[in-house]
């Protein structure tokens, strides 16, 4: 085990070949040329076969901070959108209550929960029937502690592309939700359905290209046919060479409009098979011209700076 003793830890120690793109023989998609008809037609569904890249619109927020700010009214904010994604990131029941059976964007669907973001913390106010009300939950159970919240049949129901499971790498639930994402890669196996595995940073683990190498291989070594994964500041292109599988990148807080198209193009040209956006879109300023803004970095080649100024020019015709 020569890298937990302590040699060649390093990445300039270590070969990642990231100037040498994976081969796909017969398929557009990284590692995914030997999969069955149906898995490559999903696939071909999320990403667009003439970029190879995704937008996919993430708005599953609420499965654990409910009605978080830009999706009070889902059908209000998220609907104007849909036509300018490639694919929903959603939970079955958004999906079912607000999102026309009509729309043709494949659909990412939230496959794991269990926890809300109340159990981050030791006391908890908000209201209740107009009154105040305050939860103490010393020692509750952290976010970590997820289990599978769909089965194989529903997701068949609902025609999903591809089924999302959090990953807690070096969290205290690591190793269920481990298994979470090995039960449904055998239960969407059979049936031709993508699993992506959604990496969350477990508190034992910095935000950093050590950490998302890691957790990224072994999600894609378990069985996983896409990632989703933060961009780092440096040494992103290891983590994207090294998984053998697309990466596509989570838009993670909400933060200023350029430096969030600076981020997508980034991990594009650093490898990154798309983004998987939602509080970057939706509470922007401006969220359908940002949208289009996010469309023409990833699927059009357009720089941050140009995709900007495409923003403030779409913003102010209003």
Known sequence: MADLDGIKTEAKEKE????????????????SHQYDWGLQNRL???????????????FD???????????????????????????????????????????QKAIALRASGG???????????????????????????PLSNEHLAINIEEAIRLNASVLAVQVFIGSEHERQSLQNLTNLVDQANRYGIAVMGVVAVGRAMARNAQYFRLATRIMAELGAH??????????????????????????GKKRPERDALQMAFEACDQGASGVDMGRNIFQAEAPVPMMKAVRGVVHEGMSAADAFAMYEDLKAQG
């Open 61 to 103: 927020h609420g499965y654990f901070m409910g009605p978080t700010t830009g999706l009070e009214r889902v059908d209000q904010t998220i609907l104007p959108l849909e036509p300018h994604c490639d694919c929903l990131m959603l939970t079955r029941g958004i999906q079912r209550s607000i999102i026309p059976s009509t729309t």
């Open 115 to 141: 926890t809300s973001m109340v159990s981050t913390m030791d006391e908890w106010e908000g209201e209740a029937g107009g009154q105040a009300v305050k939860l103490s939950r010393p020692g509750y159970e």
């Open 226 to 251: 896409v990632i989703k994964c933060y961009h780092t500041d440096e040494d992103f292109d290891t983590i994207t060479s090294c998984c053998p599988v697309p990466i596509v990148i989570a838009g």
């Open 16 to 31: 990642y070949y990231t100037s040498t793109p994976q081969q796909a023989p017969g398929f557009f998609l990284k590692g």
């Open 44 to 58: 071909s569904r999320i990403f667009n076969p003439k970029t190879g890249r995704t937008i996919m619109l993430a």
